[in-house]
């Protein structure tokens, strides 16, 4: 397989900083400031984004100078301040600081490592852990992730506090999720990084069954007696990269990356079939994410983590490379695949390069369009084929990839595939399975939970000012011109302001968003549209007062749309650490006007997890997502000019054929 590395040829305002910039950005702020480094934790740089404006008129000038940014996070645990820096780099100089008020920045991966350390050094939790018979004779079996909690209680109110929930691994290669320690809770305050109490919650018997899935500890392989299966490329791939620009088919797009946000999306366009550019989406990302769990005893009951707030999906982002292993092909498949490396910052400020990060590649997926014509007997079929963008994140125990799928007809459909491992918690084989989740072995319980994403999209359908109607599918009684009955029509309701826009979805109406522009039309004189589809979705099952709902408020509403403000960024607000009602609830607050706006909308996508038998020792992926599809965008069908075959020097290009 060829291994297609990024190369940066076009630089663009729009492109992701580099090691080089984040290197520098932390010198110019150290510097300047005179910042001692023993007293803060860098969380953050990231690239300062241009004003929209700007980017747009320099996409048709390039000769317009942008001036290029970096904006610092860090905080200081000494004052206990977050503050935020916006560093020019063309000047080398701090523009602008300003700290921010009863905030606490997110955990970062250091100090995911370091919390477990504390936790495992800790004398008085490993007496804990004699006590209940749990001998560890190395410390490096004894596994911690560190959570942010949901809550704390008064005593602990006021401090930046993590919970270490424990595994025991039996050797360093067993999977150690496998024997979950039930009951014993070490908090660790993460200024001193040290355990400042432990809960004690009951005991449990550590399980005994291994929950191992590597062919080196299972000892036996099913499923060698399959053929393999190649995909073939012999002219390369269709796809262009230029630097963090993409362009495949028809369609035109960059990318970027943040620590919060991991993969995002800019400026996505398609061009027509009268070469027309046209937008649809200026930026797209993935921008919260809370895992609610429904068990609510003490030691389960904290858990409602704000993956991207409390920890970034791009701070916790894995290389697509594996180790010794022959891998490659296996997340993404084909013979050519591009990958980007992208750049976080550690603690100290240090840039680090995480290779492999972003996966761009194209796929077959099946049939397009086709249609046999009876009488004549012949046949004409199309093969859909599609980009996609990629990148996966590891947080502790899950795996979350998040995949952005463009089509030939126009289409772009958000797909986040859930694997990995699943949270557990130890039970005695005596008691009966908790009410709230599922017995995955007879000494392993999961309890039950539900995934909430939020997915920020800055749309722009053929221009900046767009109206949202939400479409029901309504019945009418019978009447005199409706003899039988049968009439029934998709009934359009515009969403004049970001109050009234929180919505549900509501697959019995069909209910789906229209996305208008009224200041386009097609050729049958209507506005052109798109269409948010959602796929599956699910409500939090909980009362009106429930605590999570207050936690992650964006999670009550499954639509929510705001007009276009480049601080308004994330669904649980910029810093949800131990804060609750903070980020949508708030943006809406003015009620402002979303008609004929450049328009935000932030779609939450929930995916409850009642734990499966088979979902252990590692869930195979489950998905669930949405499509973004054009409604009267184009005049018809766009991909009915598709050729009926690829070919090669004339030649159709089939099995036999030999490239080299
Ligand atoms: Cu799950």
């Given at each position: 397989?060829?291994?297609?590395?990024?190369?940066?040829?076009?630089?663009?305002?729009?492109?992701?900083?580099?090691?080089?910039?984040?290197?520098?950005?932390?010198?110019?702020?150290?510097?300047?400031?005179?910042?001692?480094?023993?007293?803060?934790?860098?969380?953050?740089?990231?690239?300062?984004?241009?004003?929209?404006?700007?980017?747009?008129?320099?996409?048709?000038?390039?000769?317009?100078?942008?001036?290029?940014?970096?904006?610092?996070?860090?905080?200081?645990?000494?004052?206990?301040?977050?503050?935020?820096?916006?560093?020019?780099?063309?000047?080398?100089?701090?523009?602008?600081?300003?700290?921010?008020?009863?905030?606490?920045?997110?955990?970062?991966?250091?100090?995911?490592?370091?919390?477990?350390?504390?936790?495992?050094?800790?004398?008085?939790?490993?007496?804990?852990?004699?006590?209940?018979?749990?001998?560890?004779?190395?410390?490096?079996?004894?596994?911690?992730?560190?959570?942010?909690?949901?809550?704390?209680?008064?005593?602990?109110?006021?401090?930046?506090?993590?919970?270490?929930?424990?595994?025991?691994?039996?050797?360093?290669?067993?999977?150690?999720?496998?024997?979950?320690?039930?009951?014993?809770?070490?908090?660790?305050?993460?200024?001193?990084?040290?355990?400042?109490?432990?809960?004690?919650?009951?005991?449990?018997?550590?399980?005994?069954?291994?929950?191992?899935?590597?062919?080196?500890?299972?000892?036996?392989?099913?499923?060698?007696?399959?053929?393999?299966?190649?995909?073939?490329?012999?002219?390369?791939?269709?796809?262009?990269?230029?630097?963090?620009?993409?362009?495949?088919?028809?369609?035109?797009?960059?990318?970027?990356?943040?620590?919060?946000?991991?993969?995002?999306?800019?400026?996505?366009?398609?061009?027509?079939?009268?070469?027309?550019?046209?937008?649809?989406?200026?930026?797209?990302?993935?921008?919260?994410?809370?895992?609610?769990?429904?068990?609510?005893?003490?030691?389960?009951?904290?858990?409602?983590?704000?993956?991207?707030?409390?920890?970034?999906?791009?701070?916790?982002?894995?290389p697509l490379s594996h180790g010794n292993y022959d891998l490659y092909n296996?997340?993404?498949?084909?013979?050519?695949?591009?990958?980007?490396?992208?750049?976080?910052?550690?603690?100290?400020?240090?840039?680090?390069?995480?290779?492999?990060?972003?996966?761009?590649?194209?796929?077959?997926?099946?049939?397009?369009?086709?249609?046999?014509?009876?009488?004549?007997?012949?046949?004409?079929?199309?093969?859909?084929?599609?980009?996609?963008?990629?990148?996966?994140?590891?947080?502790?125990?899950?795996?979350?990839?998040?995949?952005?799928?463009?089509?030939?007809?126009?289409?772009?459909?958000?797909?986040?595939?859930?694997?990995?491992?699943?949270?557990?918690?130890?039970?005695s084989e005596k008691d009966p399975t908790p009410k709230y989740g599922t017995?995955?072995?007879?000494?392993?319980?999961?309890?039950?939970?539900?995934?909430?994403?939020?997915?920020?999209?800055?749309?722009?359908?053929?221009?900046?000012?767009?109206?949202?109607?939400?479409?029901?599918?309504?019945?009418?009684?019978?009447?005199?011109?409706?003899?039988?009955?049968?009439?029934?029509?998709?009934?359009?309701?515009?969403?004049?302001?970001?109050?009234?826009?929180?919505?549900?979805?509501?697959?019995?109406?069909?209910?789906?968003?229209?996305?208008?522009?009224?200041?386009?039309?097609?050729?049958?004189?209507?506005?052109?549209?798109?269409?948010?589809?959602?796929?599956?979705?699910?409500?939090?099952?909980?009362?009106?007062?429930?605590?999570?709902?207050?936690?992650?408020?964006?999670?009550?509403?499954?639509?929510?749309?705001?007009?276009?403000?480049?601080?308004?960024?994330?669904?649980?607000?910029?810093?949800?650490?131990?804060?609750?009602?903070?980020?949508?609830?708030?943006?809406?607050?003015?009620?402002?006007?979303?008609?004929?706006?450049?328009?935000?909308?932030?779609?939450?996508?929930?995916?409850?997890?009642?734990?499966?038998?088979?979902?252990?020792?590692?869930?195979?992926?489950?998905?669930?997502?949405?499509?973004?599809?054009?409604?009267?965008?184009?005049?018809?069908?766009?991909?009915?000019?598709?050729?009926?075959?690829?070919?090669?020097?004339?030649?159709?290009?089939?099995?036999?054929?030999?490239s080299h």
């Amino acid at each position: 397989m060829v291994e297609e590395e990024q190369v940066a040829i076009s630089k663009s305002p729009l492109d992701p900083l580099n090691e080089e910039e984040i290197r520098k950005s932390v010198e110019v702020l150290k510097r300047q400031l005179n910042l001692d480094a023993k007293v803060v934790k860098f969380f953050s740089v990231e690239l300062k984004e241009p004003k929209k404006q700007e980017y747009l008129e320099w996409r048709n000038n390039k000769n317009i100078k942008i001036e290029r940014e970096s904006l610092v996070k860090y905080y200081n645990f000494q004052d206990r301040k977050v503050y935020e820096a916006i560093i020019s780099l063309d000047n080398n100089v701090v523009k602008e600081i300003r700290s921010i008020d009863a905030a606490y920045p997110p955990i970062t991966l250091d100090e995911f490592g370091e919390c477990e350390k504390a936790v495992r050094n800790d004398k008085r939790v490993q007496e804990a852990l004699t006590k209940r018979g749990i001998l560890i004779n190395d410390l490096n079996l004894l596994m911690v992730d560190c959570w942010a909690p949901g809550h704390v209680d008064e005593e602990l109110r006021g401090r930046r506090v993590a919970i270490g929930y424990m595994w025991v691994k039996k050797d360093i290669e067993d999977n150690g999720y496998g024997r979950p320690v039930h009951g014993l809770m070490p908090w660790v305050d993460l200024d001193k990084m040290e355990v400042i109490r432990i809960d004690d919650h009951g005991t449990s018997p550590l399980p005994l069954q291994d929950a191992n899935y590597t062919p080196e500890k299972l000892g036996k392989i099913f499923g060698d007696d399959l053929k393999p299966i190649e995909i073939r490329q012999p002219l390369s791939s269709s796809i262009k990269i230029n630097g963090w620009e993409i362009s495949w088919y028809r369609w035109r797009l960059r990318i970027g990356y943040t620590p919060r946000e991991g993969l995002v999306i800019y400026d996505v366009r398609y061009i027509d079939e009268n070469n027309r550019e046209r937008m649809i989406l200026y930026r797209a990302s993935v921008v919260d994410l809370m895992v609610p769990y429904g068990d609510p005893s003490p030691f389960h009951n904290k858990k409602m983590v704000l993956d991207a707030g409390d920890y970034g999906l791009g701070n916790f982002i894995v290389p697509l490379s594996h180790g010794n292993y022959d891998l490659y092909n296996c997340d993404c498949f084909g013979e050519v695949i591009y990958h980007l490396d992208v750049t976080r910052v550690s603690s100290n400020g240090t840039p680090i390069k995480i290779k492999k990060a972003i996966c761009v590649h194209e796929e077959d997926f099946g049939v397009l369009w086709r249609h046999t014509d009876l009488r004549s007997g012949k046949s004409e079929v199309r093969r859909n084929r599609r980009l996609v963008v990629s990148f996966w994140a590891t947080l502790a125990n899950y795996d979350y990839g998040f995949f952005w799928y463009f089509y030939q007809d126009g289409s772009i459909e958000f797909l986040v595939k859930l694997t990995g491992i699943i949270n557990d918690d130890s039970i005695s084989e005596k008691d009966p399975t908790p009410k709230y989740g599922t017995r995955v072995t007879p000494e392993v319980y999961a309890p039950i939970h539900i995934h909430f994403f939020n997915i920020r999209l800055n749309i722009n359908v053929d221009g900046l000012r767009n109206r949202i109607y939400e479409v029901n599918l309504r019945g009418e009684p019978i009447t005199e011109k409706n003899p039988v009955g049968n009439a029934f029509f998709a009934e359009e309701n515009l969403l004049e302001n970001e109050a009234d826009a929180r919505r549900h979805v509501n697959p019995q109406t069909g209910r789906y968003w229209k996305i208008v522009n009224i200041q386009k039309k097609n050729y049958l004189g209507l506005p052109v549209a798109y269409r948010l589809v959602p796929g599956h979705n699910v409500l939090p099952p909980l009362p009106d007062d429930s605590y999570v709902r207050r936690r992650g408020a964006y999670i009550n509403y499954h639509l929510w749309v705001t007009p276009y403000n480049e601080e308004e960024r994330y669904a649980s607000g910029d810093y949800p650490y131990l804060r609750a009602n903070d980020g949508l609830p708030k943006y809406i607050l003015k009620k402002r006007s979303i008609v004929d706006e450049d328009l935000v909308i932030w779609y939450t996508l929930g995916v409850e997890h009642v734990v499966r038998i088979e979902d252990w020792p590692v869930m195979p992926v489950e998905m669930a997502g949405f499509r973004l599809i054009p409604d009267g965008f184009f005049d018809k069908n766009p991909t009915i000019y598709l050729p009926r075959q690829l070919r090669i020097n004339g030649q159709p290009l089939h099995r036999e054929h030999k490239s080299h």
